[in-house]
């Protein structure tokens, strides 16, 4: 009896290592496995439910709008901020991911807030930031191909588009998102349109592994100009900023041919690599003091379900038009110029997509 004292007295303790108070719902922060699971299994025994936001931090809107899905949707959103070194291959600066954790709990706190107003919402009551040796308790995390390790591989899909050019990074993103799902455990996990193809392996998983929880995606919030919020997009500056809004009106030239009617490969995606094209040659053609250089590495017209390259679309069931471009770093930053997080020198890979709708 003594015992079970001292453990629910333990157990509450763990429970709220640090509390942020927002008028009467307060935001637990987690970085270990059981207090969390501890709070999870009292809101089940409440008839709570929990909907379930992965981040690797650095909140922006996109994040954001998918935590008032979540609190649209469920009693009380959990969110994650983790940066997974497990999705970044060996040649991939971990280190340079910005980490913003002051920001991230007021953004959160700011929209707890926000919720206050809304009834019948629900409220963003933990974040889990648990450390590497918490998420991988093993062994030490492996960016090799090779690696040895506890691993969720999604195969072919995994291996296809950003798969092909990052191909560790469906495996980290897997892997990191099963551990994640198994100690949250929650009834609906939320996902930004804006990364499509992890949309596709994260449903594949869970339908494959009879995960008890329902994948909700949320649209690609996006700058007014077009192009999609992005955490790594502090490191692009203003003259790369700019230019790095050709992929999304490249993506679009796509998807009006497919509005006008257009079902072959080749026409719905020549005028995309007409725009592409163009802007590069644009970019060439400049003084290195005044240009922003890019790479393609895909424009992409996949089918839905399994992300395979398709020669006609199917208006039964439509497609994903998606892209990646390279922003290479600026060859010759100006006195005064802003260059963005990293004064310019670092690469930005940036991806978007379209999802081509069926048409009955
Ligand atoms: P990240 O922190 O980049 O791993 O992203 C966490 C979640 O936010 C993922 O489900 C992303 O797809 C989603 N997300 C990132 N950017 C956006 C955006 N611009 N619009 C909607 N969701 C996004």
């Known amino acids: 009896m003594a015992f079970s004292i001292f453990r629910a007295h333990q157990a509450i303790l763990q429970w709220r290592p640090c509390t942020l108070s927002t008028f009467g719902r307060t935001i637990h922060t987690f970085r270990e496995v059981q207090p969390l699971r501890t709070f999870r299994k ?35 959103v959990f969110v994650s901020i983790y940066v997974n070194p497990t999705q970044f291959g060996v040649n991939e600066d971990l280190d340079s991911y910005p980490k913003t954790w002051q920001e991230d709990m007021d ?3 700011t929209l707890n807030k926000e919720l206050e107003s809304d009834i ?11 450390t590497t040796k918490v998420m991988y308790p093993t062994l030490p995390p492996s960016s090799e191909i090779s690696g040895s390790g506890s691993f969720v591989t999604v195969t072919p899909l995994g291996s296809l588009l950003e798969g092909a050019s990052r191909p560790v990074f469906f495996r980290g993103v897997a892997t990191v998102c099963m551990k994640l799902f198994n100690i949250v455990m929650p009834e609906r996990v939320y996902f930004g349109q804006k990364d499509v193809q992890q949309t596709v392996v994260i449903r594949r998983m869970v339908k494959d592994f009879h995960l008890d929880t329902e994948v909700k995606i949320g649209p690609t919030e996006r700058e007014a100009d077009g192009l999609a919020l992005s955490s790594r997009n502090v490191y692009l500056g203003a003259r790369r900023r700019e230019v790095g809004v050709v992929l999304s009106r490249t993506l679009k030239a796509a998807e009006k041919k497919y509005l006008q009617g257009k079902r072959l490969r080749a026409d719905i995606l020549w005028p995309a690599n007409e725009v592409s094209t163009s802007k590069m040659m644009e970019q060439d053609d400049l003084p290195p003091s005044k240009r922003a250089r890019i790479e393609v590495d895909y424009i992409s017209l996949a089918d ?5 390259e398709v020669d006609v679309v199917d208006p039964s069931k439509g497609a994903i038009l998606s892209g990646a471009i390279k922003m290479l770093p600026l060859e010759e930053p100006q006195e005064g110029e802003d260059c963005g997080l990293g ?5 930005v890979r940036l991806i978007d997509n379209i999802i081509l709708q069926p048409i009955d």
């Open 42 to 76: 009292e809101l089940r025994g409440s008839q709570k439910t929990v909907g379930f936001v992965p981040t690797m931090g650095a909140l922006h809107e996109g994040h954001m709008s998918l935590v008032r899905q979540a609190a649209a949707e469920n009693t009380d």
């Open 107 to 109: 953004k959160l706190q």
């Open 120 to 130: 019948g919402a629900g409220r963003i009551t933990a974040v889990f930031a648990p």
């Open 304 to 308: 839905p379900d399994t992300m395979e």
């Open 343 to 347: 004064g310019g020198v670092v690469p």
